[in-house]
């Protein structure tokens, strides 16, 4: 069971490349969603998504966009990479909207832009 | 400023110790989730709390969410070095709670030595 992958692992952009971030779960998990970490920060809600087809802002979607076709996978897309997007970001995965489940981290993936 | 407030953001102790960590939010919390974090990996689960008063344990660790659930602490009894790393505390702030959609604090970095 690999739980929550995220790929790659480590990436340098150039500023305005573009890329995507993948992020796959294998629990058939309703709900995905996708954070930065920045130092002094804690975690910051980007995007997220309740199921296939239905995505939604988090606190920091600006730069950012998703779409959700499958229920295991959740891309993240830098339109136009900028410095301030040098973070580490993380794919998380639940259960649906019962309150009492944890949500799966996948290990992150740390993104600088020069 | 953080919706979720964690204390300290750092903390030195010798190992064998007893220390607490605790997570404020001027809001109701429908949801509170602890998760430890090691530097460059992803976000271990280690527990939730939904209840007014309720109280979790497992092995030296013990969280609890108040009577109000507006605060909650996670408090390691006898530490040891391999409780050392970043814990963060995440909650949901709406009434309709997802662990894929929390806010969270700042984190606070404990190192344990021996």
Not at chain 1, 20 to 29: F, G
Not at chain 1, 57 to 79: I, M
Not at chain 1, 83 to 96: I, L
Not at chain 2, 6 to 31: A, D, H
Request: glycine share 10%; with cysteine; hydrophobic share 30%.
């Amino acid at each position: 069971n690999a739980g929550v992958t995220q790929t790659p692992k480590f990436q340098v952009l150039k500023t305005g490349q573009s890329m995507t971030l993948q992020c796959a779960q294998d629990m058939n998990h309703e709900y995905m969603s996708w954070y930065r970490q920045d130092p002094g920060m804690g975690l910051r809600l980007i995007h997220y998504s309740v199921g296939a087809g239905i995505t939604d802002q988090g606190e920091v979607p600006n730069g950012y966009n998703v779409s959700r076709s499958t229920t295991e996978d959740f891309p993240l897309r830098l339109l136009s990479a900028a410095p301030s997007q040098t973070s580490v970001y993380f794919c998380a995965s639940s259960y649906d909207r019962e309150w009492n489940t944890e949500a799966f981290f996948g290990q992150g993936t740390r993104l600088t832009v020069v | 400023s953080q919706e979720l407030e964690q204390s300290p953001q750092s903390l030195i102790v010798q190992e064998g110790k007893n220390l607490t960590i605790n997570c404020t939010s001027s809001k109701t919390l429908y949801g509170l989730y602890w998760y430890k974090q090691k530097y460059g990996e992803g976000l271990i689960f280690l527990m939730m709390l939904q209840k007014g008063g309720e109280e979790k344990s497992h092995e030296k660790i013990t969280a609890k969410l108040d009577e109000k659930k507006q605060q909650s602490s996670l408090h390691i009894t006898a530490s040891q070095p391999s409780h050392a790393g970043i814990y963060l505390c995440g909650a949901d702030m709406g009434e309709e709670t997802s662990g894929s959609r929390l806010t969270f604090g700042e984190g606070t970095q404990l190192t344990v030595n021996p």
